[in-house]
């Protein structure tokens, strides 16, 4: 007994204890049903397993399409080193975000009906087949870090041929339904606060996930390297951060010149909720992190760069809730408070998002040292890193 006890530390105990909370809610949900477990109604179907679940997960989930471009497709190599555990964190979020969509379906026996039930106009057939594609991609693109543990070099070798083809494909899909999470909400032009709402919102939604995904990269390779107690590829992350605050740039000026063709700068001034909440969102998400990024002596400074991509996060998180729940609540005559269950729940998936990504790095060769000084020489070359933008604007 003294043996077992001397393996846990502070952070597996509060695991544990979030994974149990999750555990009870889960009974509640599929033992009691919807009404018992959650406050969602007919006038507020869509709450915070959609919000944050879905509509955060995916999104959050955006650096394994990210970094696979950058390095399979522009050919840029020296940001190898990340991208096993880039990947791990995507197929993580998206098989979490399906666990999550079992709870808030009615009938989550019935997900299957996607598969043989086609129906090309909706959106959310879209959204559907595009998650199980691109899941599908993920597991393939991650198959070799498994396979590896256990020298099925054969294997690896089939998987290595079929690899740029599959990675082409899994941009395709995820620029599919990153944007199609957008388009859900086009269809509430009447109840969506028009601070959010934009027939631009595929377009806005993609821009962002872009973003978030370069922020979770940087995020996850710190508490990585803390886990881990490895060395942390600054100056990788430091080159993320350039495009992180790129695609925050566009972002912002899109949405600014959105508002304005809308005439919708006024209700940057209202004060009601909907406005604290956007301003809150803008500058937590985006005006701190580009005034922070923009800077190299603060973008190269690992206290700075962490905070700045965990803000990134933050505001991304916040945005996809003010979506999904403040911009909603006014024309819905309700106001949606998450029930404890409803936190339970997406406490637990989360957590155990963290374990599995733990246990996974911590037995199979998620992070691969041996290129370590020949990367961290390359990625101080100024030259290179200008010609890879080039090449990257040209493509694009």
């Known amino acids: 007994m003294k043996n077992y006890l001397k393996h846990w530390t502070f952070w597996k105990a509060v695991a544990a204890l979030l994974l149990a909370i999750g555990a009870v809610a889960t009974v509640v949900r599929f033992g009691l049903g919807l009404g018992a477990a959650t406050n ?47 990947i791990l964190t995507a197929f993580l979020g998206y098989l979490l975000v399906i666990v999550a969509l079992m709870f808030d379906l009615g009938r989550p026996w019935a997900i299957w009906h996607a598969i043989i039930m086609w129906n090309p106009h909706s959106v959310m057939f879209e959204v559907a087949w595009c998650v199980m594609l691109y899941t599908t991609v993920l597991s393939l693109e991650f198959a070799p870090v498994i396979l590896e543990k ?107 010149v959105d508002l304005k063709d809308r005439n919708a700068l ?76 409803e936190f339970g729940t997406t406490i637990g998936i989360v957590t155990f998002g963290f374990v599995a990504f733990y246990y996974i790095a911590k037995y199979f060769p998620v992070f691969t040292e041996e290129h370590h000084d020949e990367m961290h020489e390359a990625v101080t070359a100024s030259q290179a890193w200008s010609k890879d933008i080039k090449k990257v604007s040209h493509a694009l």
């Open 266 to 341: 006024n209700l940057l001034f209202i004060p009601r909720t909907e406005t604290y909440l956007f301003w809150a969102e803008v500058t937590i998400g985006i005006i701190i992190p580009i005034a922070v990024l923009v800077q190299r002596r603060l973008r190269e400074n690992r206290r700075w760069l962490f905070v700045s991509a965990a803000m990134v996060v933050i505001g991304f998180i916040m945005n996809r809730m003010n979506i999904t729940v403040t911009g909603m609540e006014a024309a819905s005559g309700t106001t949606y408070i998450p029930s404890f269950l």
């Open 40 to 86: 969602l109604n007919d006038q507020f179907p869509w709450g915070i397993w959609i919000g944050f679940d879905v509509l955060c997960g995916v999104g959050l989930a955006a650096g394994g399409f990210t970094i696979a471009s950058i390095v399979y497709i522009f050919n840029i190599k020296r940001f190898e080193p990340i991208i096993r555990p880039t």
């Open 150 to 256: 256990y020298n099925m070099t054969k294997t690896i070798k089939v998987l290595k041929r079929i690899s740029i083809p599959v990675i082409i494909l899994g941009v395709l899909l995820s620029t599919l339904h990153q944007s199609s999470l957008g388009t859900l909400y086009l269809i509430v032009p009447e109840k969506l606060y028009g601070l959010w709402y934009s027939p631009y919102l595929p377009v806005f939604f993609y821009f962002s996930a872009i973003a978030v995904g370069c922020a979770m990269v940087i995020f996850e390779s710190f508490l990585s390297s803390r886990a881990f107690k490895r060395g942390l590829e600054l100056p990788l992350l430091s080159q993320i951060g350039k495009v992180c605050v790129m695609m925050l740039s566009i972002y912002a000026a899109m949405k600014i």
